[in-house]
Structures are given as structure tokens and as C-alpha cells.
């Protein structure tokens, strides 16, 4: 049986940097994990606002559930679109928090994390929501999650947490302790790895993988000392990268074993925005994005990058392909259509 995980009570917690641009202050220490967490306490509930600026408003993730693009973000902003991304409808939300990952195994079902470490599920293609799980008394987020199938996931975050469920979140059990993290880096981010098993990225260049869904873990020897804000498996067998700080990307082969850094040369020198998200199009094409408007594409399985800066410069944190050949970006100002490169497009 795995033991109750308790926090500290340290210091400024170092995320991605539009979660701290979004929470305009440090996020705080957090209180006692249990072991297994049923529904959350029941509450008076709180919905999401509805606002006709809610597409404007702050986003930070957003993916597919089968033909549908559905995007998180501030105050519990959560928009879908049934027509690649020309017009958003804003879904019934129980939370105000801001959220800042979502992940769909299909295009029914979906989990979406974000502060006071919440977890919310959707089962009919992000329309509407319900709450799974929350600690108010955390004070910190949850920061990614991925899925197997439709019961079997992760979710990590703040502090090195670890939540394991089999039951499709009806059940959420923290598995901290099966990770080699002593001094609790925070964990920035999951993906899956194809033919290998689970990495996990985080903070000061903490790697963790996986081989046997999640079960066991083994603690890596990075590349890196900064902060990892993502990890993303590519089409090729064992092919991962792992992406941060100032532009900071590396590539994997063999599952982390050996790394090479990838340069990253903008029509101005190297590349120093942080990179926060990226996104594995059909075409095995892979895009990054980032800090300063950046929007970083690579047709050779990450080997390359061609860098393209929007003239607008705004933060980006999420983005998709948008069917025809374009990008859905979300950030700072909400929900953007871009080009193939990235370039400014027809706004929604």
C-alpha cells in the first residue's frame, strides 16, 4: 500500500512560464496527499463565467477529440470547436481555476488538470465536465496528464506529484514515492514514447521513464540543468525530445540513454525564448512553441528546425494542427489560426 505523501512548506515554485505569468504571484507551499482520493468533498459549486471574450482570454493547452478542438485555460475557460477553429463554443465548467493541461484518448473521453491540483473528466468530447478531484489546501497545480485508454492515466505536477488511476478517475492514487525524487522537483510534463514506454520531464533538468506503464521508474542523468517545460515521443521508435529554458532542446533516439542538443538558429541568432508546448501532427510533422511568438516546425523527426517569429511577439503555450494544413495556437490572447509556419492567419 503506498504511503501518505507529504509536502513541504519551501519556497517560489519555478514552472512553465506562462502559469507563473498567468498566476501573477508565487504559487505557495502544499498540505497532506492521501493515499487514495475518492470524488472531491462535495462543495457549493462553482461554475466557470460565461463571456463572450472568453476565446481572448489567457489559454494554455489545447488537442484534439477527433475532429474537435478543445482548448483550457484562465478561470476555467474551457472552448470547443466543430469547425477547425473559425468559432468557439464555451463548455459548462465546474471550476474557476485556472487549468493548464487537457489530453483526449478518443473523442468522448477526456481529463483536464490545473490548480488546486483539479482534475475534471469529460465524456462527451469536452462539452461538458465534471470534477474528479481537488486539494484546496495544495495551493499548487497539477501541470500535465496522459492517458492510456479510457481507464488507465497519469496526471503530474507541483512538488514531484505523481497520480496514478485505473478506473478512469474515479479513484486517484498518488505513486510519488515510485519516482527517485527526493527533493521533489516539480514535474513539467508526460508523453508517451513510441515502442518504449512513458518519459516524464520537470524541473533543474529532471528526467524520469517508464517501460512498464508507469509501474516502476528510473531516475535519468539529463542533458540539462534547467527547467524541462515538455517531452514529446516522435514517429520514430524510441525518438523523443525534451524542450525548455531559452530554447533549450534535445533530442533522444534510445529513450533517453544519450541525448543530442538540437541548435536553434532565429533569423537573429540562436533562439532564447522558452519553449512551452509541442504537438505531433498526423504527418509526423513536429511543432514547437513558445516565448515571443515562437513557432518551431520539423519535417525530419526533430533532427531540424525551420523557426518562424510572429510579428505579434505574444506568449504561446498550446498548440494543434488544424486540419487543412494550418495550426490552432493558444496563449496569450486567447486562441489564434496560424499557417502551416505559424504566420498570423484569419483570427476565429
Do not use: C
Not at 17 to 35: D, F, I, K
Not at 132 to 161: C, H, M, T
Amino acid at each position: 500500500m503506498t504511503e501518505p505523501f507529504m509536502a513541504g512548506t519551501g519556497g517560489a515554485l519555478r514552472v512553465r512560464p506562462w502559469a507563473m505569468a498567468a498566476s501573477g504571484a508565487l504559487l505557495l507551499a502544499m498540505g497532506l496527499w492521501a493515499n487514495t482520493v475518492e470524488a472531491a468533498t462535495p462543495t457549493a459549486q462553482v461554475y466557470s463565467t460565461e463571456s463572450a471574450k472568453a476565446e481572448k482570454s489567457l489559454m494554455l493547452d489545447v488537442t484534439r477529440a477527433g475532429n474537435r478542438l478543445v482548448a483550457v485555460g484562465d478561470r476555467g475557460h474551457i472552448l470547443f470547436s466543430d469547425d477547425q477553429g473559425k468559432s468557439w463554443t464555451q463548455s459548462k465548467v465546474p471550476t474557476r481555476q485556472l487549468l493548464t493541461a487537457v489530453y483526449f484518448v478518443d473523442d468522448k473521453h477526456g481529463w483536464a488538470v490545473g490548480h488546486d491540483a483539479q482534475i475534471l473528466v469529460s465524456s462527451d468530447g469536452g462539452v461538458t465536465w465534471t470534477k474528479q478531484f481537488e486539494d484546496l489546501k495544495r495551493e499548487a497545480p497539477l501541470l500535465d496528464v496522459w492517458f492510456k485508454d479510457a481507464s488507465n492515466g497519469f496526471a503530474v505536477g507541483a512538488y514531484g506529484a505523481l497520480l496514478e488511476t485505473t478506473d478512469g478517475g474515479k479513484d486517484w492514487v498518488d505513486v510519488s514515492d515510485r519516482l527517485d525524487n527526493e527533493d521533489q522537483f516539480h514535474l513539467n510534463g508526460i508523453a508517451q514514447v513510441k515502442d518504449a514506454g512513458l518519459f516524464i520531464v520537470g524541473e533543474q533538468g529532471s528526467m524520469f521513464r517508464s517501460s512498464d506503464d508507469g509501474q516502476t521508474w528510473q531516475k535519468l542523468e539529463g542533458p540539462y540543468e534547467g527547467s524541462l517545460f515538455g517531452v514529446i515521443g516522435t514517429a520514430q521508435s524510441h525518438t523523443l525530445l525534451a524542450y525548455g529554458l531559452r530554447g533549450n532542446l534535445y533530442r533522444s533516439t534510445d529513450f533517453g540513454d544519450s541525448w543530442q542538443k538540437i541548435e536553434l538558429k532565429a533569423a537573429r541568432g540562436a533562439l532564447e525564448f522558452g519553449l512551452a508546448n509541442a504537438t505531433l501532427l498526423d504527418d509526423g510533422t513536429l511543432v514547437l512553441v513558445g516565448n515571443g511568438g515562437s513557432v518551431l516546425r520539423s519535417n525530419d523527426d526533430g533532427q531540424t528546425f525551420s523557426i518562424y517569429n510572429r510579428s505579434d511577439r505574444i506568449a504561446l503555450a498550446g498548440v494543434s494542427g488544424q486540419g487543412a494544413g494550418g495550426l490552432v495556437l493558444v496563449g496569450q490572447g486567447g486562441v489564434h489560426l496560424a499557417s502551416a509556419q505559424g504566420a498570423e492567419g484569419v483570427q476565429p
